[in-house]
């Protein structure tokens, strides 16, 4: 591999900056886990602040995701829009963040009001810039207003020292400003690990599902490596606000970092988990050497992988797209993780791909993935089964900084479009936009990153695009609503939910959109029949969810909770939960913060930061039954081609579930029939899950359950109670 | 390569080793402090446990503060080492060594200390082909 020394002129990037503000601060040790302070930066004023963390703060929201929300709810109304000048953008990781001991302890929480749903988006993403970020003195960051020129934020995490500059010739996309940018602030080769970057690339500024990228130098390969922050057009805020990249650097880690009050058992604990990935991995989840595209065939065989826009499960090409491909693919027997201390290991590249297209054709790049939600949305549900098209996607995706999922649950949308004569050669401007068609969807990407063309319309998501058509294209509204594949604006992520009705639950009863991060159910529902009830079905929409949201509150990652489990793992009371591991994070979280948490704290720190979220919604005029609803693809078939490949299923369903009799119906008959079944049977999940949350019908957090999990906030009250 | 043989048939589990190594690395005579462990194995007879030079634990380091050198021993690098233990749960026969309250961890690096004061033998410093 090539290394990077005078590929760029970085003396003459450096000679364009023009320093805007520098700020200094106190440097002190983090302890137990905490700086106790973050970081205020406004864009328009170029005012830079600490701010004292309160002791109230620390209570009630914890870290991560808890301290985002709540800088956030203080910075907006009720009247901020994803571009006004208020809207900020939160990086914050937690108390456990950044040990080097417990795999997955390396994430940082990453939130903004979302141009896609207007509500509050968050995002888990690797990388080392939150780690670095806390170990340079700040729990969280929040950047406000807006710069009227590109910058970048420089942070020294040693020297104590903050710039922002104006930073005019650096790239935009992000594998070549990432690499840019860990050479500039790098003295030397071995340097470059102490240096993280933020940054977007081209395509934020013109789509609505900017992601950003968050990197960490990989020295094996001595290149940046890019994990993203995907979902909900974070990267869009990124660049409307004008931020070029976001560096951090700090040098210094060690195990004891966070200064835990209990060294041995976080050691122990982080030992003991080591051991089991190490030893088991290989026969369960195969995370070391594929990651997590070792789903596909499983997805696959299970009916569960989503192909031509969510209408069916499987498709016999899919073989092309599994595992053992990856595995080829990717490059063997190094340490991918993103962040150190992360055996699980499973953020795997694929080195020296040259690309076929765009303004990079004939380049060999390092390609970061794909993972198994980048093969589901971006190569089986437009059905693209040819997995160096999926690369070239995924690549072009992240330095574009675009959403994988959201990308591909587009792509689907559109295609789908195109086959129902919705839209046509004419209206895609001369894209060719029929399924697997992959040459005409990366056109379309890159006239997203050029800010033209029919990639302006596709790059805004399904939910623009279905009032787009209609409007524009006289195209029936009820139909485009059935096959959009988003929920409060966010394109659904990449497992079938028709056959679920937990599942569908999972991904639409969610804060912040169908993500697959707060509850994955399908096979406790569907596939082992353990949920059966609407009762125990909210019961795991209660406590899957709020359980969850605990990885954000802590800088975790959710991987190592049941990507792998201990061996005796199924004999033990619901295995499902994985119990312990749960034990783990209760020990090295008591371990780190020197509190006495069990595993009931546990779950309630969470259900505060859960209900906070859902008020915080409420807030932004959304966040009430109505937005919890999925289309209609989600729950069932919509056209009688979808009916038919399963049909034998369905009739089985009318049969035996309404006691309808098939025989001598019309399949349109029969998807009406049904529909009416299934939609009721959400509107009664609803209800019950609900019940289960403490929230009212409507679907508004009671004042008696925020006052029980003690999120009895005057603010929050008084907001509830307008809705109650 | 470079290696510490050893022969646990001719131990007599006089620990003389563990004291040489662990006064020798951390200026302390301490087992949890050597990067030979003996331990007992039956009446009469003992087990040695120690590094082979395998290099599982070189693929295993986020850092790469694991590197084999010249000899084809495989050396940690202090300076580089961000204390998470990958390497002590990797290495396939348990001598990635630490101890309570260390950071960073130990290994054998075949210096024939401990071999030269073994009264019985049961150490020799030995070069295989790689
Ligand atoms: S499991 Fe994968 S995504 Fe999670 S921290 Fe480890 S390497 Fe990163
Ligand atoms: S410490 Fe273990 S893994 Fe490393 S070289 Fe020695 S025997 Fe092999
Ligand atoms: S403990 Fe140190 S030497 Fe061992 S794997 Fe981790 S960083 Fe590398």
């Known amino acids: 591999m090539s290394t ?13 900056h023009k320093i805007l503000k520098e700020f200094s601060y106190e440097l002190k040790p983090v302890v137990k ?4 302070r973050t970081l205020y930066i406004n864009l328009a004023t170029l005012e830079i602040k600490e701010k004292p963390v309160p002791a109230a703060m620390k209570k009630k929201f914890i870290g991560g995701k808890g301290f985002d929300l709540k800088l956030l709810w203080d910075a907006v109304s009720g009247s901020t829009r994803w571009d ?8 914050a990781t937690g108390p456990i963040a950044g040990n080097t001991n417990y795999p997955g302890s390396g994430k940082s929480l990453v939130t903004t009001i979302s141009p896609q749903t207007g509500i509050p988006i968050d995002s888990n993403v690797g990388g080392h810039f939150g780690p670095y970020l806390k170990f340079s003195g700040f729990d969280a960051m929040e950047i406000q207003d807006k710069s009227d020129r590109d910058v970048i934020i420089y942070i020294d995490g040693n020297q104590g020292k903050i710039q922002i500059f104006e930073a005019p010739l650096e790239a935009l996309d992000s594998h070549v400003l990432a690499e840019q940018l860990h050479e500039m602030y790098a003295a030397n080769e071995r340097e470059k690990q102490h240096v993280s970057v933020v940054s977007a690339g081209r395509g934020s500024e013109h789509a609505w599902i900017g992601c950003l990228n968050f990197s960490y130098w990989d020295k094996r390969r001595k290149l940046p490596r890019l994990k993203q922050a995907g979902r909900g057009g974070i990267g869009t805020v990124f660049r409307n606000k004008k931020i070029k990249a976001l560096v951090v650097k700090y040098s210094g880690l060690t195990g004891k970092s966070n200064n835990p009050v209990d060294l041995e058992t976080l050691q122990k604990t982080g030992l003991k988990l080591h051991k089991e990935i190490i030893s088991l991995d290989d026969k369960q989840c195969q995370m070391r050497t594929i990651g997590t595209a070792h789903l596909v065939e499983i997805m696959n065989d299970y009916d569960l992988l989503p192909t031509k826009n969510f209408r069916f499960g499987s498709h016999p090409d899919a073989v092309k797209l599994a595992s053992w491909v990856w595995k080829k693919y990717f490059t063997q027997n190094v340490p991918d993780g993103c962040w150190y201390g992360c055996t699980m290991s499973c953020a795997h590249g694929v080195d020296n791909f ?3 297209t765009g303004p990079y054709k004939g380049h060999k790049v390092l390609v970061d993935g794909p993972e198994y939600e980048t093969v589901g949305g971006c190569g089986s549900n437009p059905a693209i089964f040819d997995p160096d098209a999926v690369i070239e996607i995924n690549f072009y995706c992240d330095t574009y900084g675009l959403d994988t999922i959201s990308f591909g649950t587009l ?13 046509n050669k004419e209206r895609t401007g001369g894209l ?4 697997g068609n992959w040459r005409a969807a990366l056109e379309m990407m890159h006239q997203i990153a050029r800010g033209e063309g029919f990639g302006l319309v596709a790059g805004k998501g399904v939910k623009y695009m279905q009032e787009y058509f209609a409007k524009e294209y006289g195209a029936d509204a009820q139909f485009l609503k059935d096959i959009g594949m988003h929920g409060k604006g966010l394109e659904q992520s990449e497992y079938q939910s028709k056959e679920s009705l937990a599942q569908q639950g999972g991904y639409y009863l969610t804060n912040k959109g169908p993500q697959h991060d707060e509850a994955w159910l399908i096979f406790m529902d569907m596939v082992n029949n353990q949920i059966p009830t609407f009762e125990k079905k909210a019961e795991a929409l209660h406590y899957f969810p709020v359980f969850r949201t605990w990885f954000s509150l802590q800088g975790l990652c959710k991987l190592p909770w049941n990507d792998v489990e201990p061996a005796d793992n199924a004999e033990q009371d619901e295995p499902n939960k994985v119990p312990a591991h749960v034990q783990n994070y209760v020990d090295i979280y008591n371990a780190i913060t020197g509190e006495k948490i069990d595993k009931k704290e ?6 505060r930061v859960y209900n906070f979220q859902r008020v915080f919604n409420l807030k932004m005029g959304h966040g009430k039954r109505p937005d919890d609803y999925p289309p209609y693809r989600a729950m069932g078939p919509v056209t009688a081609e979808e009916y038919e490949s399963r049909a034998e299923r369905y009739d089985k369903a009318l049969q035996e579930k309404q006691n309808i009799n098939p025989q001598g119906k019309s399949t349109e008959e029969k998807i009406k029939l049904l529909r009416q079944y299934r939609e009721q049977q959400y509107e009664s999940l609803i209800d019950a899950v609900f019940k289960r949350r403490g929230w009212s019908r409507d679907g508004v957090p009671t004042v008696e359950h925020l006052k029980e999990i003690g999120m009895d906030l005057p603010e929050l009250i008084e907001l509830v109670k307008k809705h109650l | 390569m470079k290696y510490l043989h050893t022969f646990a048939e001719k131990c007599n589990g006089c620990n003389t080793c563990m004291s040489v190594c662990s006064q020798l690395y951390f200026k302390v005579d301490d087992p949890e402090k050597s990067a ?19 290099r599982v634990c070189v693929a295993e380091c986020p850092t790469a503060a694991i590197t084999v050198n010249k000899l084809g021993v495989v050396m940690i690098n202090k300076t580089l080492c961000i204390n998470c233990l990958a390497c002590v749960a990797a290495c396939p026969t348990d001598v990635m060594m630490t101890y309570r309250g260390g950071l960073v961890p130990f290994k054998c690096i075949a210096c024939d200390a401990c071999a030269k004061q073994c009264p019985t033998g049961a150490l020799k410093i030995e070069v295989k082909e790689d």
């Open chain 1, 432 to 435: 060719e936009m029929t399924w």
């Open chain 1, 33 to 36: 886990g905490y700086n106790d």
């Open chain 1, 354 to 356: 040259e690309l076929k």
């Open chain 2, 36 to 54: 030979i462990k003996v331990s007992a194995a039956g009446k009469n007879s003992f087990a040695l446990s120690v590094c082979n030079q395998c």
């Open chain 1, 84 to 91: 006004s000048p208020e809207n900020e953008i939160c990086i």
């Open chain 1, 411 to 423: 792509t689907g949308f559109i295609m789908d479009c195109y086959e129902n004569g919705i839209l």
């Open chain 1, 602 to 607: 546990l779950m309630l720190q969470s259900e």
């Open chain 1, 4 to 16: 990077n020394e005078a590929k760029y002129d970085i003396e003459k990037f450096k000679k364009a």
